[in-house]
């Protein structure tokens, strides 16, 4: 595996075409190792990027704490059969005097992520934006874990004319329901064991779908099920369109349970397609 820190050298290592690519902000875990599995599948040369982007985190969050391991990715993306590793500095990525952002505007990124983490999705964008344009990949591979900045980066690379296709991959699970995130990292041991409780939320509001109730009963299931613990602070769960994101009063094929809140330590998200 080729490992490359600068913009120069990214171009001089990259093949004419055929590149599948997979982003990431690093401390990889199976989840991401799930995403680099289906690129090299589909494509003959596979890139991965880490980089902690400073523009998507706000001013209160963990940017500068979140977790950072560059020897062990190295060794899990070679291990994982990745041609080319791009691992630039943020002085590579935003020179100085930086100033573009690139912004999705409407529902999709003012509601739930948008709304908790202003100008997260605008950073989010910007950088997928620039590295879209060095790596100039055929695919790109999310996870919908991330299920809203899934659909941010769909409508981005439409309404921009990307000329590539971007592929959503299932969330990796731990063996009780909690969904793979770097972050997991920051659990303590007590908190880890309530931790699965979003998953178990959306579990509750599929049951009930599947059994022929409402919007209005899932929904109260999924919130007897956050009630059980209670220093979890919820920031919204709620059923959604699945392409839209806007609230369902009435089931749609597809329909979405999103949720997200904060234990002390730390902020967990989760999704799951709750109505075929
Ligand atoms: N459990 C998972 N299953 C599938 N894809 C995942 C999972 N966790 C993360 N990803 C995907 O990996 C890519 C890189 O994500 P990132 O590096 O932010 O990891 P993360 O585990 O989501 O970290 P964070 O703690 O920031 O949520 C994103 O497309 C993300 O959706
Ligand atoms: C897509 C991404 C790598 C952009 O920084 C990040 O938001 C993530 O890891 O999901
Ligand atoms: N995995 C999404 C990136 C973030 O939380 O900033």
Excluded: C
């Amino acid at each position: 595996m080729n490992v490359v820190g600068t913009v120069a050298e990214l171009r001089a290592a990259l093949p004419r075409e055929g590149v599948g690519f997979v982003p990431t902000m690093g401390y990889l875990h199976r989840g991401h190792l799930a995403l680099v599995e289906r690129a090299r599948k589909e494509n003959p040369f596979v890139v991965v990027s880490i980089f902690v982007n400073p523009l998507q985190f706000g001013p209160g969050e963990d940017y500068h704490r979140y977790p950072r391991d560059l020897e062990r990715d190295q060794a899990l993306l070679e291990e994982a059969g990745v041609d080319l590793l791009f691992a630039p500095s943020v002085e590579e990525m935003y020179p100085a005097g930086f100033a573009t952002r690139v912004s999705v505007e409407g529902p999709l990124t003012a509601l739930w992520e948008g709304e908790v983490r202003p100008g997260h999705f605008q950073g989010v964008a910007t950088v997928v934006a620039r590295l879209f344009l060095l790596v100039r990949p055929e695919r790109a591979y999310f996870g919908e874990k991330d299920y809203q900045q899934l659909l941010v980066i769909r409508k981005m690379v439409r309404d921009m004319g990307f000329p590539l296709e971007v592929v959503g991959v299932p969330t990796v699970r731990e063996e009780d329901g909690l969904a793979l995130s770097s972050r997991n990292v920051y659990l303590s041991p007590e908190t880890r064991g309530k931790a699965n409780l979003l998953y178990r939320a959306l579990s509750a509001m599929r049951e009930v779908a599947q059994a022929g109730g409402s919007v209005a009963e899932a929904l109260r299931a999924g919130e007897g099920v956050l009630a059980e613990v209670p220093e979890f602070r919820k920031d919204y769960l709620a059923l959604v369109h699945p392409e839209t994101l806007l609230p369902l009063s009435d089931w749609v094929p597809g329909a979405r349970g999103i949720a997200a809140g904060r234990f002390p330590e730390v902020r967990l998200i989760d999704n799951l397609e709750v109505y075929p």
